[in-house]
């Protein structure tokens, strides 16, 4: 028997004139909408599909072992019994809304986590064939090329990209660039200088860099062909310090105070999708 505090809901049929159902991703209540709008009544298996389409049992048991809590301990924290909730858990029983708060609670949730529709799983496929080569822009005679590779994802916090760095020609000077966060690089052919703060540091093919991308820095590709790499961004703030503000967590030679902002290598992610859009590159 459910204790006083459990309040399990019946299955009493109501009629309930004039409903409209607005939820495409559910079966039952599209089974309902198709049927009308007026006088529509609805039955006890009816509800109880729709109750249980929204998988309210999974999703309790998924935020309780994400926390490594067992039921006896969500039981103290909601006062509802152990029992009571693996009965839950496994679909047995439903839950009233006063319950579903208690739960809801306990991890932080809003009640509408248990009702909106699951997110989908991100997982993007950028083919080779699909991406657009956009060239440097804001220059007659671009340095570099580059591929975005992550043109798809929406909202990401990682920006990678495929580069490609021309050989150093007589006429042409690189241009300084930087931007809040880290980068990382993985030089895939070729030979590259990297200048970053008042340090030069040479890599070649198969060597990695990782560092802190607010301090100004410059590629140049050295050699007879070009170099190729593939190159992330991470949009992230500088630390912060009590007083003296935004500083660098890992300058060259000390050299990684901010100064005047300089434009970044590779245009943010927002930028990027509008220059596919338009066939153009949006980077300084």
């Known amino acids: 028997m459910p204790t006083q505090v459990e309040e399990m809901t019946t299955t009493e049929e109501r009629h309930v004139p004039g409903l409209v159902v607005?939820?495409?991703?559910?079966?039952?209540?599209?089974?309902?909408?198709?049927?009308?709008?007026?006088?529509?009544?609805?039955?006890?298996?009816?509800?109880?599909?729709?109750?249980?389409?929204?998988?309210i049992g999974e999703r309790i048991k998924f935020l309780r072992l994400k926390k490594s809590m067992g039921l006896v301990e969500l039981g103290?924290?909601?006062?509802?019994s152990a029992s009571f909730l693996s009965q839950l858990e496994t679909g047995r029983v439903v839950p009233t809304l006063r319950n579903l708060a208690r739960i809801a609670m306990v991890f932080s949730k809003d009640l509408s986590y248990f009702f909106d529709p699951e997110p989908q799983k991100l997982f993007r496929v950028h083919r080779a064939k699909e991406r657009v080569r956009l060239p440097q822009s804001g220059v007659a005679d671009p340095s570099y090329f580059f591929e975005?590779?992550?043109?798809?994802?929406?909202?990401?916090q990682l920006d990678p990209y495929f580069a490609e760095f021309l050989p150093v020609k007589a006429g042409r000077e690189p241009k300084a660039h930087q931007h809040v966060g880290y980068e990382f690089l993985y030089l895939l052919s070729g030979e590259l200088d990297i200048r970053h703060g008042e340090t030069t540091h040479h890599v070649e093919q198969g060597d990695a860099?990782?560092?802190?991308?607010?301090?100004?820095?410059?590629?140049?590709?050295?050699?007879?062909?070009?170099?190729?790499?593939?190159?992330?961004?991470?949009?992230?703030?500088?630390?912060?310090?009590a007083n003296s503000g935004p500083r660098v967590l890992a300058g060259g030679n000390g050299q990684g105070r901010l100064r005047r902002p300089v434009p970044a290598l590779f245009p943010?992610?927002?930028?990027?999708?509008?220059?596919?859009?338009n066939g153009v590159a949006r980077a300084s």
């Open 22 to 55: 607005d939820a495409p991703e559910s079966t039952s209540a599209a089974k309902v909408a198709a049927a009308g709008t007026e006088n529509v009544q609805i039955g006890s298996d009816v509800a109880e599909a729709f109750i249980a389409e929204k998988r």
């Open 76 to 80: 103290r924290h909601t006062g509802l």
């Open 148 to 156: 975005s590779l992550g043109y798809l994802v929406p909202d990401r």
């Open 209 to 241: 860099i990782y560092f802190d991308a607010s301090t100004t820095h410059t590629y140049l590709c050295q050699g007879e062909g070009p170099s190729t790499a593939v190159i992330v961004t991470l949009q992230q703030p500088l630390a912060m310090t």
């Open 268 to 277: 943010p992610a927002a930028e990027v999708g509008a220059g596919l859009k």
